[in-house]
T-cell receptor
Framework: ETGVTQSPTHLIKTRGQQVTLRCSSQSGHNTVSWYQQALGQGPQFIFQYYREEENGRGNFPPRFSGLQFPNYSSELNVNALELDDSALYLC??????????????FGPGTRLLVL | SQQGEEDPQALSIQEGENATMNCSYKTSINNLQWYRQNSGRGLVHLILIRSNEREKHSGRLRVTLDTSKKSSSLLITASRAADTASYFCATGTGGGNKLTFGTGTQLKVEL
């Protein structure tokens, strides 16, 4: 158990709809990152939030957006869903430190299916 | 895009044998981490090795890092059926340690 929780666990949407996924960070962690994992692939970095500000973004279009709240919980929003958005969405929390010591702790993921 | 590639893509061994997985990456890094994933669920952190370290141990795990070759290896000794999972290497870069994952090795440990 990492202390990172995600909701919902599974979700089915249709193309063109919008979806919001939620993540609750491990206590004391100020950074949350979101990843998309397509079937049979490694996770791909979507973006990261540090103290409620976006702190880096991967190669994902603007219809992927996020929020981090003062209690460090986070949301991932995806607009205009496409079939290729079907994937496991993982969030990870960490405590920013120096010297490359930041371990990221992952939640169990939300499996999204777009029909 | 995937930063690294694991080798082999799949590995099947008998319980009690050792399992070795390799990871190659492309750019300079802060650290390299190994994760385990069971049945497409969340990732479990196994071990982190910093860019200035060459070898690290944790229980039955041994990780090496060769930054000159941009490669790492994960050794699991005395494997158990419960070690059956997918294993990913991930390189941490930049402020905030954003992770770039490899393609994974599927390990199957048979009784």
């Amino acid at each position: 158990e990492t202390g990172v929780t995600q909701s919902p666990t599974h979700l089915i949407k249709t193309r063109g709809q919008q979806v919001t996924l939620r993540c609750s960070s491990q206590s004391g962690h100020n950074t949350v990152s979101w990843y998309q994992q397509a079937l049979g692939q490694g996770p791909q970095f979507i973006f990261q939030y540090y103290r409620e500000e976006e702190n880096g973004r991967g190669n994902f279009p603007p219809r992927f957006s996020g929020l981090q709240f003062p209690n460090y919980s986070s949301e991932l929003n995806v607009n205009a869903l496409e079939l290729d958005d079907s994937a496991l969405y993982l969030c990870a929390s960490s405590l920013v430190a120096s010297g490359g010591r930041e371990t990221q702790y992952f939640g169990p993921g939300t499996r999204l299916l777009v029909l | 895009s995937q930063q690294g590639e694991e080798d082999p893509q799949a590995l099947s061994i008998q319980e009690g044998e050792n399992a070795t997985m390799n990871c190659s990456y492309k750019t300079s890094i802060n650290n390299l981490q190994w994760y385990r994933q069971n049945s497409g669920r969340g990732l479990v952190h196994l071990i982190l090795i910093r860019s200035n370290e060459r070898e690290k141990h944790s229980g039955r795990l041994r990780v090496t890092l060769d930054t000159s070759k941009k490669s790492s290896s994960l050794l699991i000794t005395a494997s158990r059926a419960a070690d059956t999972a997918s294993y990913f290497c991930a390189t941490g870069t930049g402020g905030g340690n954003k992770l770039t994952f490899g393609t994974g090795t599927q390990l199957k440990v048979e009784l």
